[in-house]
């Protein structure tokens, strides 16, 4: 399977930084996917600015219901008039800063696929649980919560990002990300099937040009999503450019 690098902006950039740092990626890296995901203001200059590269967009968060009363908020529909394509559900800041609970990322994962749109689904454990020895079982719970059938087959992406290592400079050894890898792929061969074997698992926390090529070469590391290091077009493209051919 062809290896994906995404990028989450997260709440960063003005405007014109943002389209700036698109066209900085816009001719991408041979071989490899890139994805950007800008925040919501920004998401359809950003679509445009990339409109005929190999470089799609995507959002950081979609509400789960199709409309309605819901203010200060965005539906998967929303998000694919923009012009996305891709949509992060259940990162650690939504599931700490928002209370967001596996069964609220399944919904929202259910209602992105039902408007077209790819989810990126964000699973990774506290350093308290990693400590405790509870990595793989938390990891594992949140699949089994956060997952909806047609999620495999729709083309869903997962991505394992220890939430103590996201933004710190830390990251589990290449063991370790090896073993939680590991365990999702067998959870979801299991759940569902061969076909799950193609499912992308990328790894976030902290990755950058510097440990990109050690951790692509792991077993079922099938990419990256990358936060700090997005808003650099050059590591962005060095973390990209470290995939094996």
């Keep these: 399977m062809r290896p994906l690098i995404a990028g989450n902006w997260k709440m960063h950039g003005s405007l014109r930084e943002s389209v700036r740092l698109a066209e900085g990626v816009r001719e991408g890296v041979p071989g490899v996917d890139l994805l950007v995901c800008p925040t919501f203001p920004h998401l359809h200059?950003?679509?445009?600015?990339?409109?005929?590269?190999?470089?799609?967009?995507?959002?950081?968060?979609?509400?789960?219901?199709?409309?309605?009363a819901h203010t200060g908020d965005v539906s998967a529909a929303m998000v694919r008039d923009t012009g996305a394509t891709h949509v992060i559900l259940g990162h650690s800041e939504r599931r700490q800063?928002?209370?967001?609970?596996?069964?609220?990322?399944?919904?929202?994962?259910?209602?992105?696929?039902?408007?077209g749109l790819v989810p990126v689904l964000c699973v990774g454990e506290t350093e308290a649980e990693r400590l405790a020895g509870r990595a793989e079982?938390?990891?594992?719970?949140?699949?089994?919560?956060?997952?909806?059938?047609?999620?495999?087959?729709?083309?869903?992406?997962?991505?394992?990002?220890?939430?103590?290592?996201?933004?710190?400079?830390?990251?589990?050894?290449?063991?370790?990300?090896?073993?939680?890898?590991?365990?999702?792929?067998?959870?979801l061969v299991e759940r569902f099937g061969p076909a799950a074997r193609t499912t992308r698992l990328l790894y976030g926390g902290s990755v950058k040009p510097g440990n990109a090529a050690g951790l692509f070469a792991l077993e079922d590391v099938d990419g990256a999503l990358v936060g700090g290091a997005s808003l650099v077009p050059e590591d962005f493209l060095a973390i990209a450019r470290a995939v094996p051919e």
């Design 137 to 187: 079982a938390v990891v594992s719970a949140q699949l089994e919560g956060s997952i909806p059938y047609g999620f495999v087959t729709s083309g869903g992406i997962v991505a394992y990002e220890p939430v103590w290592a996201i933004g710190t400079g830390r990251t589990p050894t290449e063991a370790e990300v090896a073993a939680i890898h590991g365990t999702m792929r067998h959870a």
């Design 97 to 115: 800063n928002h209370g967001e609970t596996d069964a609220a990322v399944l919904a929202k994962t259910e209602a992105a696929l039902a408007a």
């Design 45 to 68: 200059p950003v679509a445009v600015a990339l409109l005929g590269s190999r470089v799609a967009v995507g959002a950081q968060d979609c509400h789960a219901a199709a409309k309605g």
